[in-house]
């Protein structure tokens, strides 16, 4: 293969904006009752198969079948470890507090990963530093007052019930709003047990957050190593572009003073470089070659966790697991839409600075689902203080994005 490489922060800037409206909506589906996931297992292996089928599409029809990255499946795991808990979190504390409490996290972790050059990563620069890090703090504290938002309570679910099925029919009735108001409260869990529930969920969300925000982390360790082994060592050769495309030929000239070869035939041919054709320069392995490596270890994991949940099951609750066929088809839309928003995400990275493409892709979400939430879902409450907090919040969210994207 001849590899050809060009950082493009346009192409950077769409893979934000395409990963923002697919992390903010692919879990839209579960919401309906009857595609209720339960514990999520059967949902997870569902959509993880539809993640996998898109990710070996990409990998073979626009990657060119690059060599697959076992090191990369390694993120694989981390994503699908917390994406096991992500159904449970919805159904506790809603999509939108839901996504930004995980997205905080996620966002964090990303971004002192790149920033600090910590946990396998390489670290970055950006232009202005201390305009980033502002943008970062802005994007915390955004965070802090969307923790404070409050969900509508049972008359406020009930009320506002009433005025859709108002708008829909012409007209409600006082026996239709007492109905109504009693669907709301009636299978409702006590305060103690919901107060604890959503304490679960609020953990848990934090922990899928530790998890998401590492599962780049060993790809871009693998790109990161090709650089400083092998291929900003190539550079300053009358033959960089060839060498560069072709690393074995390198190694068979007589210019291997500077490549340790003997490491390179360790790595079985997996190990190569690419010519940056806008610096002239030889480049590492592509993040986005590296999709389909992550998304194997995804669907390798969600077996495992499967396998965990079925003896869980089987000897120590002796239940029958969840398994509703429903599930199958939303699984995988969600997997389909999830994975394009990933892979766009590895272009974002491969395009912009992941203290850039981290904070962004990470806060956008979360506006868009409470969006949805308030104007869908009825996840927020519409009282005059709570609007409030939320409207600060997303100012503090857009002023993070923009202070971010300025930062570049």
Known sequence: RNFTHKMDPVVGWIGCAIAAVGFGTNFLIIKAPKYDPKDGMFFQLNMVIGIWMTGLLFHLAVRGSPPFQPFGMLGGFLWA???????????????????????????????????????????????????????????????????????????????????????????????????????????????????????????????????FGTCFNPPQHVSDISETKFCSKINGTANDELFCNHINRYCESNLTNVVDCGDLASYNGRMYCVFDTHKKKCGPIPLEDMVFSQFTGMLVTAFFWLNVYLVYKGFYEKTEPYVNKVLIGPGFICGFIWAIAQISWFYANANLPLAVSFPIITTAPGLLGTAIGIIVYDEVSLKTKNLVILAVAITMACISDALIAKSL
């Open 81 to 211: 470890t917390g994406n096991a808990a992500c159904p449970f979190i919805i159904k506790e504390i809603g999509i939108g507090l839901g996504l930004l409490v995980w997205g905080t996290l996620n966002m964090s972790i990303g971004w002192a990963s790149a920033h600090f050059g910590i946990l396998l990563v390489k670290k970055q620069t950006v232009s202005d530093p201390t305009l980033n890090v502002i943008g970062f703090v802005f994007a915390v504290c955004s965070v802090l007052f969307y923790s404070q938002i409050k969900g509508m309570d049972e008359d406020e679910k009930a009320e506002r019930a009433a005025k859709k099925k108002s708008v829909k029919y012409g007209s409600i009735n006082t026996g239709d709003l007492d109905r109504l108001m009693n669907n709301v409260a009636g299978d409702e869990p006590s305060e103690e047990k919901k107060g604890g529930m959503r304490g679960i969920a609020l953990l848990m969300a934090a922990m899928a957050g530790l998890l």
